[in-house]
């Protein structure tokens, strides 16, 4: 007999081993997300995915699928929680979408899109940060980093590299690479490598494709990232390597 | 430096998991971990030397900068501010020439705060290169500074400069009736193991850290892994400010504390445990590795204990990372990482150190258990209420006559226990450090118990000179600072709390700002990923809860007030116009 639990009343299908995230997703229900990505271990972070198991608050991207959970994901506490964590994530980094390269294919534009998100509701921080524009074809704004590890996990799961890390505590978190340097000129860092690819945001670039596809026709400016994500995130990886 | 890297890496036996260690000596003999180091010492280790920055960005021990060859380090926690904290940094800044968070001018001597240091019973205290300084006054510091500036190696200083007292106030159920060293095992092993796991049980011992989960169960589930690596660990990274029992318990009853570990490696099948120390007790780590040498002398650890068993302990030290209290975040710590905490499940009793199962237990945890491997079950629930046995040992400070060490039975009032360490004229109480509950004078007929006011063993007396908006800024920056920065609710939001509180407490509040404050709270509490972030803000929400009309009165009379300095903000500005007239500034609102 299948194995089920319930998201928000409807009834789904799990197999052993599954998080609940995965489970959702093989049936078709969209749960917010940033730091995860289905082709990497999950990370937990973000928080987006916060959904409520038996009453008690887990992340859907890490917590194991089990017989009899009855799951809240798409309520209207959870989104307006999902869109406070979106805009902290806001204020927290220097996002100007407008101006940003990235916008349209952004994930974290468009899950506050998904979400409704109007203003920055906290006050900014207006953080210093830098940029490393030192490597030949890709560049770092850490502005816009949200530490959701894609880039370190791709580099070292997918790449067989060890490019990224992130390093500090609290508030002074920040992307490092691995070179003596500090400089991504000097890692082993290819623009073919997944993990310069991967970036949910705009903090990792690929130079001199920024406007190869015009504003309008990027992939958030059709399709709300709920479709996006379920429609396969890995295809959408790929088209988006294919047109910047 | 080649040299002593080389050497200290062959010392540790090119063990990554041995980073901390390794930039402690580094750090001690440097006063900085420089690029130059960490290049020496990632192939030695073969690991990246990503991983050595984090851990150095990590720790509030570790700096990439060259501090002084003395680092002083001031305790901030709000006991040590009620001992006249604020002016005495003052006097510091001013005796020795240095600015808090600076180096002074000729490298001898760098300055700077760090969280609770765990001396809050004989404070204002500090740190000098790792060691503990208690009773910190101005005389004293016209010493330290004149030894440093006649370069006296610490161990020409003033013993009594170092001296940590116990302060131990009130014996109870444990401190009363210590065991004979190995009368726990021996009692264990001639009735059984699994029948004093029975008896574990039957005492109804829960975790003394705080969290209060069953200890035999813990211990249970460890015992039925199928991976039979396992570990055990005690947690001695008290940090919650205001808590400083295992101190004690570590100084002067050891035995007791090495003697539950072991048992509890017989119990789960354990051949290696640890002994994670704060870093901040580094003073009591040579008294321990003695103890630890008289128990494998005494034929109670290393190889073939008692004929039946192989187990050792081995001492680490944290450095500087109140997160690492956190379980899953302690283990990352003794792999050698910063201290995040992992994603549960797994739980450590299946997958811990190395992914092996681990018991994880707090100090007096190991304490409570070797007694009652002697005196069995019933002889400790026999005090304390249903659901919470036995006895609890609390650290005591704040406003009182007698702070210390005081042990009660589970379900003691609080006027009961304010009585007997002499608090009068007592505002409220810190139950839990800033982690746990601020009560009133309205509630002190409430107990101590898991089911009522839970301690890992804070407990911080306030008298009415006291400011409740003090209390809970202090508590706030706490948090902000110690946040690891994994999560978004927790990172971003302990720092948006520490600015809405100081919006509020530094009078730029107005309508709104408290109802703005207290959503902030919840978001935080309830989505952030672990104890720290859930906790963090309970000091704002237990005072605002009791005390709404002290925070609505910090507010101004306008519907909205900018949370920022508005003239401030315009002084490059003027700077850059070359102006300074009545046109080039701005009023914060415009009703003043």
């Known amino acids: 007999m299948t194995k089920t639990i319930t998201i928000d009343g409807n009834t789904i299908p799990f197999e052993d081993g599954q998080t609940i995230m995965e489970a959702a997703t093989a049936a078709g229900v969209y749960i917010p997300h940033l730091c995860h990505n289905p082709e990497y271990t999950p990370h937990g972070s973000c928080k987006l995915c916060t959904i409520r198991v038996n009453g008690r608050v887990c992340s859907a991207c890490t917590f194991p699928a089990a017989e009899g959970q009855d799951v809240l994901n798409n309520t209207k506490d959870l989104n307006d929680d999902r869109q406070k964590i979106t805009q902290m994530l806001f204020v927290e980094g220097n996002h100007f979408c407008p101006s940003c390269e990235k916008t349209g294919n952004c994930q974290l534009q468009a899950v506050a899109y998904h979400l409704n998100m109007l203003d920055n509701h906290f006050p900014h921080f207006y953080a210093h940060r830098n940029m490393d524009a030192s490597h030949h074809d890709v560049l770092i704004d850490h502005n816009r980093c949200i530490f959701c590890t894609l880039c370190v996990r791709a580099s070292q799961q997918k790449d067989g590299k060890d490019v990224f890390a992130i390093s500090g505590r609290g508030i002074n978190k920040h992307l490092i690479v691995n070179a003596q340097s500090g400089q991504l000129k000097d890692t082993d860092l290819e623009a073919s490598d997944q993990a310069a690819h991967i970036c949910p945001t705009g903090a990792i670039l690929i130079k001199r494709t920024g406007y190869s596809v015009p504003i309008g026709e990027r992939i958030y400016d059709h399709k709300q990232i709920n479709e996006v994500s379920l429609a396969g995130e890995s295809s959408a990886l790929l088209k988006e390597k294919d047109h910047g | ?592």
């Open chain 2, 1 to 592: 430096m080649q040299q002593f890297i080389q050497n200290l890496a062959a010392k540790h036996q090119y063990q990554a998991t041995h980073l901390l260690e390794i930039l402690r000596e580094i750090q001690a003999r440097y006063h900085h971990i420089s690029a130059d180091a960490i290049e020496l010492l990632a192939p030695l280790l073969k690991i990246q030397r990503t991983q050595i920055i984090s851990v150095v960005e990590f720790y509030s021990f570790f700096t990439d900068s060259p501090r002084g060859q003395y680092e002083l380090l001031i305790s901030d926690s709000i006991t040590d501010h009620m001992l006249g904290k604020k002016n005495l940094m003052e006097y510091i800044v001013g005796k020795l020439k240095v600015s808090v968070g600076g180096v002074r001018g000729d490298g001898l001597v760098s300055l700077d705060n760090t969280s609770c240091s765990g001396m809050c019973d004989q404070g204002p205290a500090g740190l000098v290169n790792g060691y503990a300084l208690t009773r910190l006054d101005e005389p004293r510091i016209d010493a330290i500074a004149e030894l440093i500036d006649q370069q006296i190696p610490l161990a020409d200083w003033p013993a009594e400069f170092f001296q940590v007292d116990d302060n131990i106030q009130k014996l109870g159920l444990l401190l009363n009736k210590q065991i004979v060293h190995g009368e726990g095992l021996k009692t264990a092993l001639a009735r059984g193991l699994k029948a004093t796991l029975a008896e574990i049980d039957q005492s109804g011992l829960r975790g003394r850290g705080g969290a209060g989960f069953k200890t035999a169960m813990k211990w249970q589930f460890c015992s039925e892994e199928a991976e039979t690596e396992r570990y055990v660990v005690c947690n001695a990274d008290e940090g919650e400010p205001g808590t400083f029992k295992d101190r004690v318990l570590l100084n002067s009853y050891a035995h007791q504390v090495f003697e539950g570990m072991t048992l509890c490696a017989a119990i789960i099948g354990s051949k290696k445990g640890f002994l994670y120390l704060r870093g901040e007790y580094l003073h009591l780590v040579d008294k321990l590795q003695s103890v630890l040498d008289e128990r494998r002398q005494f034929g109670l650890l290393g190889n073939n204990i008692l004929d039946r068993l192989d187990f050792d302990i081995e001492i680490r030290l944290g450095a500087g990372a109140y997160i690492c209290g956190e379980e899953s975040a302690l283990i990352e710590s003794l792999e050698g990482k910063a201290g995040i905490p992992r994603n549960r499940p797994p739980y450590p009793v299946s997958q811990g150190y190395l992914g092996k199962p681990t018991v994880v237990n707090n100090v007096e945890t190991f304490y409570a258990a070797a007694a009652i491997a002697v005196n069995g079950g019933d002889w400790f629930a026999s005090v304390g209420t249903q659901k919470s046995k036995g006895s609890k040992i609390l650290s005591i400070c704040g406003d009182c006559a007698r702070p210390g060490i005081y042990e009660y039975p589970f379900g003691t009032s609080m006027q009961e226990i304010l009585t007997d360490c002499g608090a009068e004229d007592v505002l409220g109480l810190q139950i839990g450090g800033p982690s746990g509950t601020f009560i009133s004078n309205q509630e002190f007929d409430r107990k101590l118990a898991f089911e009522d006011l839970a301690t890992g063993g804070s407990f911080i007396v306030f008298n009415n000179s006291r400011s409740i908006l003090d209390i809970a800024h202090n508590f706030t920056h706490f948090f902000a600072h110690e946040s690891c920065g994994f999560c978004t609710p927790c990172r971003v939001g302990t720092s948006l709390l520490r600015q809405q509180l100081d919006k509020i407490v530094d009078g730029h509040g107005s309508a709104g700002d408290v109802v703005a404050l207290e959503e902030l709270c919840q978001l935080v509490k309830t989505h952030s990923h672990c104890g720290l972030g859930q906790t963090a803000a309970n000091p704002v929400l237990t005072t605002l809860e009791r005390y709404p009309e002290l925070y609505q009165s910090q507010l101004k009379l306008i519907s909205y007030e900018p949370g920022f300095d508005l003239d401030a903000a315009l002084e490059t500005a003027r700077r850059m116009a070359n102006r300074d007239d009545a046109g080039a500034h701005l009023a914060q609102t415009d009703v003043e």
